[in-house]
């Protein structure tokens, strides 16, 4: 049974930091692609970044040069770096998983975790 936990939301003001983990188990695919998406109340789910077993990374282009994915295979935990934090980055933050290959920074998850809040003020 496959399990995300994320953990490490919270409140900052604008321009802070704050870095997301998500502790995966129960997975086994040796071809996989996991990230991060965020939704925000009244808006589309956005995807975040992705990373693939590989190592490749994706990001979306609200986030390009703030946010840095990446993983701890050791201990199947995936982060996210966030800096420079602006108010339009507060949403939920969901970690995902998807069994295959992805090629962009949104890929059509099959598990999510239950999320993670984070709050920006200005």
Do not use: H
């Amino acid at each position: 049974q496959v399990q995300l936990v994320e953990s490490g939301g919270g409140s900052v003001q604008a321009g802070g930091s704050l870095t997301l983990s998500c502790a995966a188990s129960g997975y086994s695919y040796s071809s996989y692609c996991m990230g991060w998406f965020r939704q925000a109340p009244g808006k589309e789910r956005e995807g975040v970044a992705s990373i693939r077993s590989d190592g490749r990374t994706r990001y979306a282009d609200s986030v390009l040069g703030r946010f840095t994915i990446s993983q701890d295979n050791a201990r199947n935990t995936l982060y996210l770096q966030m800096s420079d934090l602006k108010p339009e980055d507060t949403a939920m933050y969901y970690c995902g998983l998807f069994g295959g290959a992805c090629f962009s920074a949104s890929p059509p998850y099959t598990y999510k975790g239950q999320g993670t809040q984070v709050t920006v003020s200005s």
